[in-house]
């Protein structure tokens, strides 16, 4: 009988690109593998995996999490497993309770830096609370995952334990490779404009959005578009009004993987903006680098940590020393697609894609996983 995996989180799975990758890999050695998520309005089909998405009374604050941990808890209970696998510490104690009452094996994948997320920063209770659970099972754990370096060293250092990093890329493809001006075209894209991309599920606030609108009243001859969901997509669409910028600034909807690949392979530039604002942003790896990497364009980026990592070994395009209106603007005129640094940027670009890939990154699942099935 094949061993079985259940893989939770408190997204509803359809663009969790990270879970996706993991689960397929899982069943490519031999795994069965369910992915346990939650329905929202809107949520657009899971492909491919089996899954159950609980619809929930609540849907944020307290009682989301309170009503989300009762009803993971009963789910993983009483559904045959071999091996629970928690993404992010939002997670992590319903799966913990439940791998100690049925003696079945834990995976822990912490995507980012939980505890310091900026939600958390204006409420000491609810971040004292996080952190209790964390202190109480990080300990005990014995296969933690995490997303990046500086991340990794930061658990190694709080809980002596032994943290494998592995890095949300995306898979190998051509996308690069593609004709722009016909797949403008397709999309019915401008052909005469300088297309930037902000794109991502977590356009949030102090990620950068609001200073790429507003740089949009400095540059010339561009467009923005920012295909995606967050937070802080209700101030960015009062900023394009109030500041006058509806034919600056288009904003999509969070689209298939495949089709959000399409649009960001006809853009000039993807941004990413994240600022050194508190300490989760500081030592992110924003997963929307790799996916321009992916469709083969070069990167204006703010300067951290691991940003600055990545683009020591492949100089991807611009860093940024601050992110302001007037920076992102400088940046974004600079992009020339006929100048020969954005050419040098552009081959730098498809040689990142090609070692900073899953079928690369997924050899540390294997090496682990191997031992658990």
């Known amino acids: 009988m094949k061993k079985r995996i259940i893989l939770s989180v408190t997204n509803d799975l359809a663009t969790d690109q990270r879970v996706q990758k993991v689960a397929q890999t899982l069943i490519d050695m031999g795994a069965e593998v369910c992915l346990v998520g939650r329905k929202l309005k809107g949520s657009m089909p899971v492909p491919q995996f089996e899954h159950h998405r609980m619809s929930l009374l609540f849907n944020k604050g307290v009682a989301f999490y309170a009503e989300y941990h009762i009803r993971l808890f009963l789910l993983l209970l009483f559904k045959r497993a071999d091996i629970l696998v928690a993404n992010d510490l939002d997670t992590l104690l319903p799966n913990y309770l439940v791998s100690k009452i049925k003696g079945v094996q834990l995976v822990y994948d912490s995507h980012e830096y939980f505890t310091e997320v900026p939600e958390l920063q204006g409420s000491p209770f609810k971040k004292k609370i996080w952190l209790s659970v964390e202190r109480f099972v990080f300990p005990k754990l014995k296969n933690v995952f995490t997303v990046n370096i500086s991340i990794a060293n930061i658990y190694r250092q709080l809980y002596q334990k032994d943290i494998h990093v592995l890095r949300n890329v995306p898979r190998r493809n051509v996308i690069h490779d593609t004709n722009r001006i016909e797949s403008r075209k397709k999309l019915g894209l401008p052909l005469d404009k300088k297309i930037i991309i902000l794109q991502g599920s977590g356009i949030n606030v102090s990620r950068g959005g609001e200073e790429a609108v507003a740089a949009m009243m400095y540059t010339n001859n561009s467009m923005l578009y920012i295909i995606g969901s967050g937070d802080a ?133 294997r090496e682990v996983y191997s031992k658990l099935l």
């Open 233 to 365: 997509l209700p101030t960015l669409k009062k900023m394009v009004k109030e500041l006058q910028l509806d034919k600056r600034v288009v904003f999509l909807a969070k689209l298939p993987y495949a089709q959000l690949q399409e649009y960001t392979a006809c853009a000039d530039a993807g941004l990413t903006l994240d600022k050194d604002n508190n300490l989760n942003y500081r030592y992110s790896l924003p997963n929307k680098l790799f996916d321009y990497f992916a469709c083969g364009i070069p990167v204006i980026a703010s300067s951290l940590i691991e940003i600055e990592r990545i683009h020591q070994q492949y100089n991807f395009g611009i860093l940024l020393k601050e992110v302001t209106p007037h920076a992102v603007a400088e940046a974004i005129n600079s992009i020339n697609p006929d100048a020969d640094i954005y050419q040098s940027w552009r081959k730098t670009v498809a040689i990142a894609a090609e070692n900073l890939c899953w079928e690369n990154e997924e050899k540390i699942i």
